[in-house]
């Protein structure tokens, strides 16, 4: 069983930074991809950016792409999304998950959920 806590979301003004964390619970953390998803009110969830259990490779959506960096330190079972120059458009829940298979873009492909951190980025 994996468990997982977001933290690190709060109220911003546009420009500014916010560096997410989510802590996991279980010994494989290291052995797993993770990834980070957002939803804002009244729409779906979206992919914003994941990582390889070795950090080796990344993936971001291209509206966050050289603004987020996401990171992780397996001797800490804790993964990070580090959001700078951050938009009024980010403005969303934003929540950790573990990946079950292969394609990082898809929800389908996670199969452990965090409860959420709430990120406000005013104009």
């Known amino acids: 069983q994996v468990q997982l806590a977001e933290s690190g979301g709060g109220l911003v003004q546009a420009g500014g930074s916010l560096r997410l964390s989510c802590a996991a619970s279980?010994?494989?953390?290291?052995?797993?991809?993770m990834g980070w998803f957002r939803q804002a009110p009244g729409k779906e969830r979206e992919f914003v950016a994941a990582m390889r259990w070795n950090g080796g490779s990344t993936y971001y959506a291209d509206s966050v792409k050289g603004r987020f960096t996401i990171s992780r330190d397996n001797a800490k079972n804790t993964m990070y999304l580090q959001m700078n120059s951050l938009k009024p458009e980010d403005t969303a829940v934003y929540y950790c998950?573990?990946?079950?298979?292969?394609?990082?873009?898809?929800?389908?492909?996670?199969?452990?959920w965090g409860q959420g951190t709430q990120v406000t980025v005013s104009s």
């Open positions: 279980g010994p494989t953390f290291s052995s797993y991809a």
């Open positions: 998950a573990k990946a079950l298979r292969g394609n990082l873009y898809a929800l389908v492909s996670y199969d452990y």
